[in-house]
């Protein structure tokens, strides 16, 4: 059983953003991410930082590094899948 898409290569695009310190209790940064292909969203994810940052740049650089762990093996499933000969992004 194989998947056949008739379209043009397939565009995965990623969007990551965090909310500094979002939890008063715990000084955590909420990270949140969510990735879309040809235009329809596939995957998404919020949550609570498991490290505490001591800066917005380093709660972003955090939700960033999640963001490009979950883009990679995005791309390697699609192209496991065989859904397309090349995916050229990220």
Request: aromatic share 12%.
């Amino acid at each position: 059983m194989f998947l056949i898409y008739g379209g043009g290569e397939l565009i995965l695009e990623g969007y990551s953003d965090t909310s500094f310190k979002s939890d008063d209790d715990d000084a955590k940064s909420q990270s949140s991410f969510v990735f879309k292909l040809n235009g329809g969203v596939v995957v998404w994810k919020s949550s609570k930082q498991d490290t505490t940052a001591d800066s917005t740049k380093k709660a972003e650089y955090i939700a960033a590094s999640e963001a490009a762990k979950e883009a990679v093996w995005m791309k390697n499933y699609i192209q496991e899948l065989g859904v397309v000969p090349s995916i050229v992004e990220p």
